[in-house]
């Protein structure tokens, strides 16, 4: 869990190196990219321009988003050749909202 500013040391320094998967960077993410997995061809184009590697893949296969680190860049949705990924507003997903 992200601490207050006082509670940063000195420099904003990363002092334990790989702890980047403890933070969930998703949310704050706008937009949403949503998975059809009935238009989905498994060519992995998506998974190779994904800048925060969360595109889900179990046996070659897309399985799914890794939401919890997704920035909803939408570069994959763009990237994706047969619509299987649609960019959908954040709001639709939140219970508080």
């Known amino acids: 869990m992200i601490k207050g500013w006082k509670d940063l040391p000195i420099g904003a320094v990363i002092l334990e190196p790989g702890s980047s998967e403890k933070y969930h ?3 704050w993410r706008a937009w949403r990219p949503v998975f059809e997995e009935s238009k989905c061809v498994n060519c992995m184009i998506c ?3 994904c800048p925060d590697s969360c595109i889900l893949v179990k046996e ?3 399985v799914g988003i890794d939401y919890d680190h997704c920035k909803g ?3 994959c949705a763009h990237e994706c050749p047969t619509g299987a990924l649609e960019m959908k507003p954040e709001y639709l997903f939140r219970e508080e909202d």
């Open 73 to 75: 860049c939408g570069i």
């Open 60 to 62: 070659e296969k897309m």
């Open 25 to 27: 960077t998703g949310e």
């Open 47 to 49: 998974w190779v321009f």
